[in-house]
């Protein structure tokens, strides 16, 4: 079971990026409830957005308007999409999954047993 992050890269502020999550070897991925989470160097990881496997949605507040989060399960895909980026948006973005979470969980890193290898978001002028 491996989930692939992409769609990382190098963005001018106001820019921006689609981040692609990809399972591989996951049956059943309609059942998976999957969240962007990022970390920042010196920062914690956290929560940035966050799909469940009824599509209910979790935004963060630093992200909310900005940010969309869908999902194909066709094509074992959840995509960000990030418009309006900020440098402070500047990060290693990992996606995550997992069959078991529930929608009060969504946001919890913890509730997550499946992790991608991250991808670089850097927003720089």
């Known amino acids: 079971v491996q989930l692939q992050a992409s769609g990382g890269g190098l963005v001018q502020p106001g820019g921006s990026l689609r981040l692609s999550c990809v399972a591989d070897r996951i049956q059943d991925y309609d059942y998976y409830a999957v969240g962007w989470f990022r970390q920042a160097p010196g920062k914690e990881r956290e929560a940035v957005s966050c799909?469940?496997?009824?599509?209910?949605?979790y935004y963060s507040d630093s992200v909310k308007s900005r940010f969309t989060i869908s999902r194909d399960d066709a094509k074992s895909t959840v995509y960000l999409q990030m418009n309006s980026l900020k440098p402070e948006d500047t990060a290693v973005y990992y996606c995550?999954?997992?069959?078991?979470?529930?929608?009060?969980?969504?946001?919890?890193?913890?509730?997550?047993?499946?992790w991608g290898q991250g991808t670089q978001v850097t927003v720089s002028s």
């Open positions: 995550a999954a997992d069959s078991s979470v529930i929608q009060s969980q969504l946001a919890s890193q913890t509730a997550y047993a499946i």
């Open positions: 799909i469940s496997n009824s599509d209910a949605t």
